[in-house]
């Protein structure tokens, strides 16, 4: 059986990369030969977690055909979103939790897609389903992805199974979820140590709606005013970005951890379909305050998909 690398998204987060070590992990235990890598370097709550567990940091790739010639794709499926020679390879394995999009292969494959909240809650699932013990270390990174994307079970997003998982992966790794959770969350936000670069690459992640390129990126704040002095700055280089990358739309969302509020900060046209989208007015300032709006899958793409169809 020929080796396959096994990754999640470009601008990884958390689950983008527990999600990949943990699919390779199964797999391997399954009989496959595989490797967990990275689309990009961590950001600085992964590199948390990677330290708090005493995890090495995954292999980082650009391409996947000059290594391989199949490929297991976790935490997403579209194609703008993959390792940019995805298009020549064969993807034999896809476990997602979000929407499909952009989305073919040639050959008949494992695709197992779940409306939760964390790609690692359906990882937990796998492993129970084929009597694989999960290994306190592994336990421990994937209870951080899933408090990641749910930011503490918190988010809209948030099911019932990923409950479930956090107790029983808060169980295996011996670890207060609570008090564990709240120190990672806030050491991803810590933004005054990114450059205006880092802030919008960090967590975007590119969309195609109705015709139109759109790019979102998510910054984790404690605090509104660490980008509010930092925005004009933010959007300069959104702009850059936006014509260089040819991106119609670039949005930033702005959460606000402690609260579960955002702000969102736009460059681009149609601004009218962002304002349609979200039943608010952009501001002079090209932002808008969002209350209550946390989970970029769910309160923001779906609306924008809308308001640009």
Do not use: W
């Not at 992966?169 to 670069?197: F, H």
């Not at 998510?218 to 280089?237: A, G, L, S």
Request: hydrophobic share 40%; net charge negative; charged share 25%.
């Amino acid at each position: 059986m020929s080796k396959e690398l096994v990754f999640g998204h470009q601008s990884p987060d958390t689950d983008a990369i527990v999600a990949a070590k943990a699919f390779s992990y199964l797999q391997n235990k399954l009989g496959y030969d595989t490797e967990a890598v990275a689309l990009g370097e961590p950001n600085s709550e992964t590199a948390f977690v990677l330290n708090y567990f005493d995890e090495p940091t995954p292999r980082i790739i650009k391409t996947a055909k000059n290594e391989v010639d199949s490929v297991m794709l976790v935490d997403h499926n579209e194609f703008q979103q993959s390792v940019s020679d995805i298009k020549d390879l064969t993807i034999t394995h896809v476990v997602d939790h979000h929407r499909i999009s952009n989305f073919q292969t040639q050959q008949p494959l494992y695709y197992r897609a779940e409306p939760v909240g964390c790609c690692s809650t359906i990882i937990v699932k796998m492993f129970d389903e084929n009597r694989v013990e999960i290994p306190v270390q592994l336990a421990g990174l994937m209870l951080s992805a899933i408090i990641s994307d749910t930011l503490l079970l918190k988010s809209p997003t948030t099911t019932d199974e990923d409950r479930i998982a956090v107790k029983t992966l808060a169980e295996i790794a011996d670890i207060d979820y609570e008090k564990y959770g709240i120190e990672m969350l806030k050491a991803g936000t810590n933004v005054s140590a990114k450059s205006d670069q880092e802030l919008i690459d960090s967590d975007a992640k590119s969309f195609t709606m109705g015709g139109k390129s759109v790019r979102i990126d998510q910054i984790n704040v404690v605090d509104f005013d660490d980008i509010d002095k930092r925005q004009d700055d933010i959007k300069k280089v959104m702009a850059a970005e936006a014509k260089a990358k040819s991106y119609d739309l670039f949005l930033v969302l702005v959460t606000n951890v402690l609260n579960s509020d955002s702000r969102l900060i736009v460059v681009g046209e149609p601004t009218e379909a962002v304002e349609k989208a979200f039943n608010n007015k952009l501001g002079a300032d090209a932002t808008m305050p969002l209350p209550g709006v946390v989970s970029r899958k769910k309160q923001v793409v779906p609306p924008l998909t809308n308001a640009l169809s």
